[in-house]
Every structure is written in structure tokens, then in C-alpha cells.
């Protein structure tokens, strides 16, 4: 069984920075895509940044500029470079690693418990 365990949250104060990462334990392979999304209380998780092996890289207008996804090791190591943080970006940050039906013969989409985030001062 394929785990995900995301570390690197924290409490930082505005305009820091802080780079989450996530790891995956167990055997993993033909990732297509990796991601991370955010949820805060009573909101729905939305996506933060996602980036596919083909090259495909998507980030949410709100984090544009500032974070930075990043993929190691075929998709069993992901990393999210989050800088010039702001308050609004407070939430829980969950890492996803996936393989969709239209791409794998066995599909997956694994999720970790999360990490906290908070931007204050």
C-alpha cells in the first residue's frame, strides 16, 4: 500500500518562505501526475499546483509567481516551493499523486494526511 507523507509546513510570518515536500513509502510507478491542493475550514480543497510527466505544469492564479512545484525521482518525491507568503495562504496543504484510468491500465490516486500551513505575524 502506497502512502504519502507530506513535512515542511509551519508557521511563517508574511512575505517568508517555505518548501513542503512529500514522499511516497511503498512501491510507486507510472505516475502520470503529481499536485498539490489546499483546504481550509468549511472550503473545499482546491488546486495549488499540479505537474503531469508529460510536462504539463498548472499553478492556481492566486499562487502564480510565488510557488513552485517540483518532481523527483519519477513522481515519488514532490516538492512545492512557496515563497512571498501571505496570510491567505493559510490552510492545510495535501499532496496527490495520480494516474488516471486514461492513462494507466490500473489506475490510482493516492492523497496524504496533510500539513499545516499558517502565514501570520
Known amino acids: 500500500q502506497v502512502q504519502l507523507v507530506e513535512s515542511g509546513g509551519g508557521l511563517v510570518q508574511p512575505g517568508g518562505s517555505l518548501r513542503l515536500s512529500c514522499a511516497a513509502s511503498?512501491?510507486?510507478?507510472?505516475?502520470?501526475?503529481v499536485g498539490w491542493y489546499r483546504q481550509g475550514p468549511g472550503n473545499q480543497r482546491e488546486l495549488v499546483a499540479r505537474?503531469?510527466?508529460?510536462?504539463?505544469?498548472d499553478y492556481a492564479d492566486s499562487v502564480k509567481g510565488r510557488f513552485s512545484i517540483s518532481m523527483y525521482n519519477a513522481g515519488s518525491l514532490v516538492d512545492l516551493q512557496m515563497d512571498s507568503l501571505k496570510p491567505e495562504d493559510t490552510d492545510v496543504y495535501y499532496c496527490?499523486?495520480?494516474?488516471?484510468?486514461?492513462?494507466?491500465?490500473?489506475?490510482?490516486?493516492?492523497w496524504g494526511q496533510g500539513t499545516q500551513v499558517t502565514v501570520s505575524s
Open positions: 496527490r499523486v495520480d494516474c488516471p484510468l486514461t492513462m494507466c491500465p490500473r489506475p490510482y490516486d493516492y
Open positions: 511503498g512501491s510507486i510507478s507510472n505516475v502520470y501526475a
Open positions: 505537474m503531469t510527466t508529460t510536462g504539463y505544469v
